[in-house]
């Protein structure tokens, strides 16, 4: 068990729908990472808070976005859903920038 | 930029034997590698972790790496495998180092470790 939480586990919806992904890092971690994970696109970092503020932006959709509340925790929100946004959904996090990742045990998103 | 090449896709081997799995880096600045061990339906475990200290990295569950500067590599080795390693493994980079740092991962394509009884 690596400390990081996400929920739900599992989660089933529709095309075009929307929906929020949660993520409560460690205890006393300051940088959230979400990554995204697919059979054809394997292992994609998609965005990185730190502290509450936006540090860096990867391979994520306009469609998609995240924040980071001051408790910490962070959401990822995915709307407008497409058949091809079905894929694993990890958070990390790091006590600080640069330091080792801790990841959740994921979200699998499956749209129909 | 930084990137990683993971050499094998598939590696299988026989329980007892040694693991040898291959990764490539590429980076402009001194690099934080790590491997990564994904069990299947779950979650990544961080095995090990290079930065810049020992070139000889030992990890969990007997495994070690070794970071070759002069060849770019950071290739993963155990000395006898064991059912229980059986997973996807992954090579990865730390995108840190110049301005803009943040340590984003940077992961190679995995390779899947098979252990034959």
């Known amino acids: 068990d690596s400390g990081v939480t996400q929920t739900p586990k599992h989660l089933i919806t529709a095309t075009g729908q929307r929906v929020t992904l949660r993520c409560s890092p460690r205890?006393?971690?300051?940088?959230v990472y979400w990554y995204q994970q697919s059979l054809d696109q394997g292992l994609q970092f998609l965005i990185q808070?730190?502290?509450?503020?936006?540090?860096a932006k990867g391979n994520i959709l306009e469609r998609f976005s995240a924040q980071q509340f001051p408790d910490l925790h962070s959401e990822l929100n995915l709307s407008s859903l497409e058949l091809g946004d079905s894929a694993l959904y990890f958070c990390?996090?790091?006590?600080?920038?640069?330091?080792?990742?801790?990841f959740g045990p994921g979200t699998r998103l499956t749209v129909t | 930029a930084q990137s990683v090449t993971q050499l094998d896709s598939h590696v299988s081997v026989s329980e007892g034997t040694p693991v040898l799995l291959r990764c490539n880096y590429s980076?402009?600045?001194?690099?934080?590698l790590f491997w990564y061990v994904q069990h299947p339906n779950k979650g990544l475990q961080l095995l090990l972790k290079?930065?810049?200290?020992?070139?000889l990295v030992k990890g969990i569950n007997g495994f070690e790496a070794e970071f070759k500067k002069s060849e770019t590599s950071f290739h993963l080795t155990k000395p006898s495998a064991h059912m229980s390693d059986a997973a996807e493994y992954f090579c990865?980079?730390?995108?840190?180092?110049?301005?803009?740092?943040?340590?984003?991962?940077?992961f190679g394509q995995g390779t899947t470790l098979q252990v034959k009884p």
């Open positions: 808070y730190y502290n509450g503020e936006e540090r």
């Open positions: 990865v980079v730390s995108a840190s180092g110049g301005s803009g740092n943040t340590g984003k991962l940077i």
């Open positions: 990390a996090s790091s006590v600080e920038i640069d330091y080792e990742q801790y």
């Open positions: 290079y930065t810049s200290a020992a070139t």
């Open positions: 205890s006393g971690d300051l940088s």
């Open positions: 980076s402009s600045y001194s690099p934080s």
